[in-house]
């Protein structure tokens, strides 16, 4: 049997790229996102046509947890429970961190944060009755070094690193193990807001002289799903030589 996967974040970008790597490779899938209900229902029908993988097509806030209760009530009653976390969803807030509201701060934080923090307590029960098990959380270089205008979003990425690290030393004597993929400017919709000139100016600063494309991040995920069970608690940069 092959592993089953939960995605959060799928409807486009690097979660649907995620999404794509693992169908080709016949997981059972659980696909997530908040506001895009159309598009992830198109990516369930796309994913079920073209691999005929069972696909669970869920739609609600992952910084809600109440609604990651509900979805984990679904997925143990369709698939028992789930091999691999992938905890994508995530939004930036790019602004003067004195213009930022609590409210943006704490709907930021429950998106990027605690997030990983819901899907993971409801996932490991299923995983240490396994013995096995994968979290893969997809954070930024800004959670390593941080960004001016972009504090909040940093602080988040920065605490999932943290919050990476320690679970995998608490889950590794159960044989769990718990990653971090620090992207750079990975080519996706959260990256529209730059202007061309704005664009231009960051390629020339990454060394690749490119974004990197979501189907590369999607590839090391997939990768660290299938890693030696030794490699645990790492923050693992994928920037073009960037940061
Ligand atoms: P994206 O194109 O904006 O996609 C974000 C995905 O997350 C969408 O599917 C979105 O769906 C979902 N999402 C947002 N808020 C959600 C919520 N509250 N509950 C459930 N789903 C939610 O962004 P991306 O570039 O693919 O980013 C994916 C991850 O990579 C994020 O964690 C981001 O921080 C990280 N990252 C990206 C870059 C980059 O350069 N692109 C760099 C470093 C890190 P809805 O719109 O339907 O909610």
């Known amino acids: 049997m092959k592993p089953t996967a939960l995605i959060t974040g ?12 693992f169908a080709k490779e016949g997981y059972s899938l659980i696909i997530n996102c908040n506001k895009s209900a159309d598009a992830l229902m198109t990516l369930k029908e796309e994913l079920v046509a073209k691999y005929h993988i069972p696909v669970l097509a869920s739609v609600g806030n992952v910084g809600d947890y109440t609604y990651i209760q ?7 009653k369709e698939f028992g429970g789930v091999d ?14 004195s213009d930022m509201t609590p409210e943006e701060w704490h709907n930021l934080m429950n998106i990027n944060l605690s997030s990983a923090f819901y899907t993971s307590k409801l996932a490991i029960p299923y995983m240490l009755s396994k013995q096995q098990g994968k979290i893969i959380n997809i954070s930024s270089v800004w959670g390593n ?9 940093s602080a988040s990425k920065g605490g999932l690193n943290s919050f990476t690290k320690a679970l995998a ?23 529209q807001c730059f202007s061309d000139e704005e664009r231009l100016a960051l390629i020339d600063e990454i060394p690749a002289g490119r974004f990197g494309l979501p189907e ?7 990768t660290l799903a299938n890693e030696s069970n030794y490699l645990t608690g790492q923050i693992i940069t994928l920037d073009g030589g960037w940061c």
Not at 174 to 183: H, R, T
Not at 216 to 222: C, I, K, Q, R, T
């Open 10 to 21: 799928a409807s486009r970008g690097i979660g649907k790229a995620i999404a794509f790597r």
């Open 70 to 76: 509900q979805l984990f009530e679904e997925i143990q």
């Open 84 to 97: 691999i976390v992938v905890n994508n969803a995530g939004i930036s807030h790019i602004g003067l961190l």
């Open 145 to 153: 070094i941080g960004a001016s205008c972009e504090v909040a979003y």
């Open 169 to 191: 030393k608490e889950l590794a004597p159960s044989n769990i193990q718990v990653n971090a993929i620090a992207c750079g400017c990975i080519d996706t919709e959260m990256n």
């Open 216 to 222: 590369e991040v999607a590839a090391l995920v997939h």
